[in-house]
């Protein structure tokens, strides 16, 4: 039987190259992806032709669809799991008291990077990922985890791009994971506390509490789970310090709202 692959984006730092090291240890292959070109191939050294390092900015789509295509190709028409990982703090002060106008006075478009980057490529990538799960050489179907953040349950003021894009990314699992399930694709989401990766400044990192710092083995122990258990589907688990905290959506306030949310999936199939 052929080795299990996997692409991981954002895979040069952080949690994507812990999750890189921790499949190779189970013996998957693994495409890294990642913007950073540089530490990407000196990751990617580490290791032996078990990985394929593509550099992909993921916000744009045909670098995502060139991922995925070489990706299956060179897994040998197989790709068994997508870990959605990449993301962006926010780029840009959502309070600037002093906003850049335009030549009419009008404040410029507000720079929706973190929206396209942590949102809109995480759905693209679920989109391709589906396309070539269901082709599968052999068994279709496989896993998606995608990467939100403590930021996708409890709202960030400091950031409210982020926290937007991070709350999309818990609905979108929540929305999908049972409509892909029926079909041999899970899809689950976890939201990790506070890591230490490349989203956080050195000055940062500093100062901050090391009793409030989750370990990378709490995540990682999350990714397990999801990819052991082939029910997981549609669920969101936080990771803070030593512990996996399944979060659940809010209960329905009305049989009327239940319905709306539930029952009328058979009016749109």
Same mark, same amino acid.
């Given at each position: 039987?052929?080795?299990?692959?996997?692409?991981?984006?954002?895979?040069?730092?952080?949690?994507?190259?812990?999750?890189?090291?921790?499949?190779?240890?189970?013996?998957?292959?693994?495409?890294?992806?990642?913007?950073?070109?540089?530490?990407?191939?000196t990751a990617a050294a580490e290791f032996s032709d078990s990985v394929l390092f593509m550099p992909t900015d993921v916000s744009i789509?045909?670098?995502?669809?060139?991922?995925?295509?070489?990706?299956?190709?060179?897994?040998?028409?197989?790709?068994?799991?997508?870990?959605?990982?990449?993301?962006?703090?926010?780029?840009?002060?959502?309070?600037?008291?002093?906003?850049?106008?335009?030549?009419?006075?009008?404040?410029?478009?507000?720079?929706?990077?973190?929206?396209?980057?942590?949102?809109?490529?995480?759905?693209?990538?679920?989109?391709?990922?589906?396309?070539?799960?269901?082709?599968?050489?052999?068994?279709?179907?496989?896993?998606?985890?995608?990467?939100?953040?403590?930021?996708?349950?409890?709202?960030?003021?400091?950031?409210?791009?982020?926290?937007?894009?991070?709350?999309? *990314?818990?609905?979108?699992?929540?929305?999908?994971?049972?409509?892909?399930?029926?079909?041999?694709?899970?899809?689950?989401?976890?939201?990790?506390?506070?890591v230490i990766t490349g989203l956080a400044p050195e000055d940062v990192l500093a100062k901050f509490p090391k009793e409030h710092i989750?370990?990378?083995?709490?995540?990682?122990?999350?990714?397990?789970?999801? *990819?052991?258990?082939?029910?997981?589907?549609?669920?969101?688990?936080?990771?803070?310090?030593?512990?996996?905290?399944?979060?659940?959506?809010?209960a329905f306030t009305s049989e009327s709202n239940r319905w709306l949310a539930t029952a009328t999936k058979e009016l749109w199939e």
């Amino acid at each position: 039987m052929s080795r299990p692959v996997a692409i991981i984006t954002g895979a040069a730092s952080g949690i994507g190259l812990a999750l890189t090291r921790h499949l190779l240890s189970k013996d998957w292959l693994v495409v890294m992806a990642d913007i950073n070109t540089k530490l990407g191939t000196t990751a990617a050294a580490e290791f032996s032709d078990s990985v394929l390092f593509m550099p992909t900015d993921v916000s744009i789509y045909s670098q995502q669809a060139k991922l995925f295509s070489e990706a299956f190709a060179w897994g040998g028409n197989r790709l068994d799991f997508f870990a959605a990982n990449a993301g962006i703090a926010g780029t840009t002060d959502f309070y600037e008291p002093k906003e850049e106008l335009d030549e009419t006075g009008i404040p410029k478009a507000l720079d929706l990077t973190t929206l396209k980057v942590d949102m809109d490529a995480i759905v693209q990538g679920v989109w391709l990922f589906k396309h070539f799960a269901r082709r599968n050489k052999g068994q279709k179907g496989g896993k998606v985890v995608i990467t939100s953040s403590m930021a996708g349950l409890y709202p960030m003021e400091s950031d409210p791009l982020y926290t937007a894009a991070k709350h999309a *990314l818990v609905g979108f699992t929540r929305a999908t994971g049972a409509r892909f399930h029926r079909e041999g694709i899970t899809v689950n989401c976890i939201c990790p506390a506070f890591v230490i990766t490349g989203l956080a400044p050195e000055d940062v990192l500093a100062k901050f509490p090391k009793e409030h710092i989750t370990p990378m083995s709490t995540v990682l122990k999350a990714y397990d789970l999801f *990819l052991e258990d082939p029910e997981l589907s549609g669920q969101v688990v936080e990771t803070s310090l030593d512990q996996l905290n399944f979060q659940h959506p809010p209960a329905f306030t009305s049989e009327s709202n239940r319905w709306l949310a539930t029952a009328t999936k058979e009016l749109w199939e």
